[in-house]
C-alpha cells in the first residue's frame, strides 16, 4: 500500500501564476510524479450523519449523487470546478475527495476531465479582473 502521508509538504513555489495556489487539502506524490491531492469536506450540519443516507435530506451534501450503489460528485455542482481547476492548475491526475462526519467517511475519486480545460480562461479572466479589484478596493 503506497504512502498517504509523505513526511515533507510539495514546494508549491514555481507555480506559474499567483492564483494557481489553491486550496489543496493534501497533496500526495506519486512515484509518476503526476500525483493526486486530497479534498475534505465534514458539514457541520451533518456531523452526526450517515453519509449516504444524509445526502437526500436538503442542504447536506447537496453536491453528491448516487449512480447504482457508489457515491458521486454532482459535475454541475461548484466543488466539481474548484477540483477541476485544482487538478488542471497543479497538473494532477486525480482528486480523492473525503466526505467525513463523526460517523461516517466516504472517499469519491474525482479524475481530471481532460474537456474542462476550456474554463482556464475563466479562471484568469476571474482573478484579475474580479478577485485582484476587490482586493485593491479593501
Given at each position: 500500500?503506497?504512502?498517504l502521508?509523505?513526511?515533507?509538504?510539495p514546494?508549491?513555489?514555481?507555480l506559474?501564476r499567483?492564483?494557481?495556489?489553491?486550496?489543496?487539502?493534501f497533496?500526495?506524490?506519486e512515484?509518476?510524479?503526476?500525483?493526486?491531492f486530497?479534498?475534505?469536506?465534514c458539514?457541520?450540519?451533518?456531523?452526526?450523519?450517515?453519509?449516504?443516507?444524509?445526502?437526500?435530506?436538503?442542504?447536506f451534501?447537496s453536491?453528491?449523487?448516487?449512480?447504482?450503489d457508489s457515491l458521486?460528485m454532482?459535475?454541475?455542482?461548484?466543488?466539481?470546478?474548484?477540483?477541476?481547476?485544482?487538478?488542471?492548475i497543479c497538473?494532477?491526475?486525480?482528486?480523492?475527495?473525503?466526505?467525513?462526519t463523526?460517523v461516517?467517511?466516504?472517499?469519491i475519486?474525482?479524475v481530471k476531465?481532460?474537456e474542462?480545460t476550456v474554463?482556464?480562461?475563466?479562471?484568469v479572466?476571474?482573478?484579475?479582473?474580479t478577485?485582484?479589484?476587490?482586493?485593491?478596493?479593501n
Amino acid at each position: 500500500m503506497e504512502e498517504l502521508f509523505p513526511s515533507a509538504r510539495p514546494d508549491y513555489s514555481a507555480l506559474r501564476r499567483p492564483f494557481d495556489e489553491s486550496d489543496r487539502d493534501f497533496l500526495h506524490q506519486e512515484s509518476s510524479n503526476l500525483g493526486r491531492f486530497i479534498e475534505v469536506k465534514c458539514p457541520f450540519s451533518a456531523l452526526s450523519s450517515v453519509v449516504k443516507a444524509a445526502k437526500d435530506l436538503k442542504n447536506f451534501f447537496s453536491f453528491l449523487d448516487v449512480k447504482g450503489d457508489s457515491l458521486c460528485m454532482k459535475t454541475s455542482h461548484p466543488y466539481y470546478h474548484q477540483i477541476q481547476g485544482q487538478l488542471h492548475i497543479c497538473n494532477k491526475t486525480c482528486c480523492d475527495l473525503i466526505v467525513w462526519t463523526t460517523v461516517d467517511c466516504v472517499v469519491i475519486r474525482i479524475v481530471k476531465d481532460p474537456e474542462w480545460t476550456v474554463n482556464i480562461a475563466n479562471l484568469v479572466d476571474i482573478y484579475f479582473n474580479t478577485f485582484i479589484p476587490a482586493l485593491l478596493d479593501n
